[in-house]
């Protein structure tokens, strides 16, 4: 009976990890549809550079908090599961899809890096921490939000082997790397001629 609760709850991360933040916000307060204006993308990001720091903050939040909670709850509900983790995992790849493939905007959504690092981080602290930081670091460095993120997420496959985690997570964060690759690789072909704007 628990595996039909975890099917049901799947579906649930999907239509709460589907709410397109960026969009509402940027409408609701800025006046914008965001995805006619900048790079078109809901992501905080693109909201960020077309209706200020704020509300590219608040997107940020709440597309993080929207995957993160999904995973923590899933956590407790599921507790005594056999396959908790593995559960967890599929639960963090859901949300992130959820946002990259919104049923609410005919599936066009961001590109999933705020909802990726905060899956991580409730999925596992550690990791989710460090790649954080390492996506601040680079960011500084760069300030090209796509080079921080590819380093980020690369970085928490490499800090799961380091910590040992469960296999089940080096293969989530290897699935959500080649997923954040695939949803930068307009971002690549302007790093690559130099045209990529900085933040």
Same mark, same amino acid.
């Given at each position: ?12 991360? +999907?239509f709460v990890a589907a709410i397109p933040f960026g969009l509402i916000v940027s409408k609701k307060y800025a006046g914008k549809d965001i995805r006619n204006e900048g790079s078109g993308n809901i992501g905080a990001t693109n909201v960020y550079r077309v209706a200020g720091k704020k509300l590219g903050f608040i997107t940020f939040l709440l ?7 999904? &995973? #923590?709850?899933?956590? +407790?509900? $599921?507790?005594?599961?056999? +396959? ?22 005919? +599936? ?17 602290? &550690? &990791?989710?921490?460090? @790649?954080?930081? $390492?996506? #601040?670091?680079?960011?500084?460095? $760069?300030?090209?939000?796509? &080079?921080?993120?590819?380093? @980020?997420? $690369?970085?928490? *496959? ?29 971002? *690549? ?11």
């Amino acid at each position: 009976m628990i595996y039909l609760y975890q099917v049901f709850f799947l579906g649930l991360v +999907y239509f709460v990890a589907a709410i397109p933040f960026g969009l509402i916000v940027s409408k609701k307060y800025a006046g914008k549809d965001i995805r006619n204006e900048g790079s078109g993308n809901i992501g905080a990001t693109n909201v960020y550079r077309v209706a200020g720091k704020k509300l590219g903050f608040i997107t940020f939040l709440l597309d993080s908090l929207k995957g993160a909670l999904m &995973v #923590i709850i899933a956590r +407790y509900i $599921f507790v005594e599961s056999k +396959y908790l983790h593995l559960y967890l995992c599929a639960v963090s790849l859901t949300a992130v899809l959820a946002h990259i493939y919104p049923i609410y905007l005919n +599936y066009k959504g961001g590109k999933g890096v705020a909802t990726t690092l905060a899956t991580l981080t409730a999925l596992d602290p &550690v &990791v989710g921490f460090l @790649s954080i930081v $390492f996506w #601040i670091m680079f960011f500084l460095m $760069f300030r090209i939000s796509a &080079v921080s993120s590819i380093i @980020s997420v $690369f970085s928490s *496959i490499i800090l799961s082997c380091n910590y040992d985690s469960p296999k089940s997570q080096l293969f989530l964060c290897t699935i959500l790397l080649i997923i954040i690759i695939i949803r930068h690789k307009e971002n *690549i072909a302007r790093i690559i001629l130099g045209e990529e704007n900085k933040l």
